[in-house]
C-alpha cells in the first residue's frame, strides 16, 4: 500500500521478487521466499520448497527473460495481489503473451504462498 508516497515492505518484497524474473536472477527470486514456500498455477503445477520453486524459475521452452508489467499492485491483510502481463521468446520461434494475476500470502516479510492465474493472449483472427 502507498503511504505518502511510500511502498508498503510486502509491496516491495513482490515487486524485487518481479525483478528477480525479469532478470532471471534465482538468488534474488530465492530471497523474497519462505523455506517452506509454495507455489500453484491451478491445472499446471504445484511445488513446495525453495529447491522445487528454483527448479521453476527459468522454463527450457523460452530463451532470455520474460518482459514483465505490473499493472496493478494491491494489498490487504498480508496479501499482495499482483495483476499485469508477460512476454516470453519461445525457443522454437515466436512470443508467449499472458496476462496474470498472482495471489502472494506474506509471512514475516517473505512469501510463503502464491497462486498465479495465467491466460494466454493470442492475437485477434
Known sequence: ???G???SANKG???RYMEGFRRGDHAM???CLTDD???LIPGMFHVRGTAAFDREIENEAFVGHPDIAVTRLLEED???VAEGTVRARK???GDLHLVFCDVFTMERGRIRRLVSYLME???AP
Open 1 to 3: 500500500m502507498r503511504d
Open 5 to 7: 508516497g511510500r511502498m
Open 13 to 15: 518484497v513482490v515487486e
Open 29 to 31: 527470486v530465492l530471497s
Open 37 to 39: 514456500v509454495e507455489w
Open 78 to 80: 498480508g496479501v499482495v
Open 91 to 93: 525457443r522454437g520461434g
Open 121 to 123: 493472449v493470442k492475437p
